[in-house]
């Protein structure tokens, strides 16, 4: 089963309103990342936040991170149309000593209509 | 820099047969990874090379293989294909193990018919 399930499955809102997305995970992190994927074409990274991190920002981009329930949220501002993408949280699982592996989860596809 | 390439963008097989893609990391990258993404089962982690050594390895039967080169370039092979291994895979290049952010390619699309 996936580590991380975002949180909604879909989400559609208008150009100009704020998206927020949820990710929880099961297993203790190091780190967790958002990763943004527009139609089925390569992931591009949009932030990485460490577990000893709450609240981390990227222009419109806002990440918070709450280790005590294991989950994440991924707030994007002032939305346009060009975010319309599937957005994919990961973290990182600890293989062995300085190995790691990444799982990413289900994603939520955003639709934002001009 | 050049961004992660791979190669071919798509690809249709028959049942059994067998594949191979190829992906180049970013120059300088050391580590690569490999995801299968599919409807059902979303991004899943095939495996990680660095140094020309499999690092770490995930749930995916053994018809799944790769490997690296001394450049980097990392070669995955999927051999008697299934209908169930279409899906777009992706490799993903960093900097080297202990750095998170990923760089991802545009995916080779396969279809097994």
């Known amino acids: 089963s996936q580590q991380g399930e975002e949180d909604p499955q879909a989400l559609s809102i208008q150009e100009g309103e704020n998206a927020t997305m949820n990710c929880s995970y099961k297993?203790?992190?190091?780190?967790l990342q958002w990763y943004r994927q527009n139609s089925g074409r390569g992931l591009v990274h949009l932030i990485l936040?460490?577990?000893?991190?709450r609240e981390k920002h990227s222009g419109r981009l806002r990440v918070t991170l709450d280790t005590s329930k294991k989950s994440s949220s991924l707030l994007i501002t002032a939305s346009r149309a060009a975010d319309t993408a599937s957005y994919f949280c990961a973290t990182d699982a600890v293989i062995s000593s300085g190995t790691y592996k990444y799982i990413f989860g289900t994603g939520t596809r955003l639709k934002v209509l001009a | 820099k050049a961004g992660v390439t791979q190669t071919p963008r798509y690809l249709i097989k028959t049942r059994g047969q067998q594949v191979t893609l190829s992906c180049s990391p970013i120059s300088g990258h050391r580590s690569v990874s490999w995801y299968q993404q599919t409807p059902g089962q979303g991004l899943q982690f095939l495996f990680e090379?660095?140094?020309?050594?499999?690092?770490n390895k995930g749930n995916f039967p053994g018809r799944f293989s790769g490997r690296q080169f001394s450049n980097s370039r990392s070669e995955m092979n999927v051999s008697t294909l299934e209908l169930g291994d279409s899906a777009l895979y992706l490799c993903?290049?960093?900097?080297?193990?202990?750095?998170?952010?990923?760089?991802f390619g545009p995916g080779t699309r396969l279809t097994v018919t």
């Open positions: 936040i460490r577990s000893n991190e």
């Open positions: 993903a290049s960093s900097a080297g193990q202990g750095v998170h952010e990923q760089y």
């Open positions: 090379y660095f140094s020309e050594t499999q690092r």
């Open positions: 297993t203790s992190i190091n780190n």
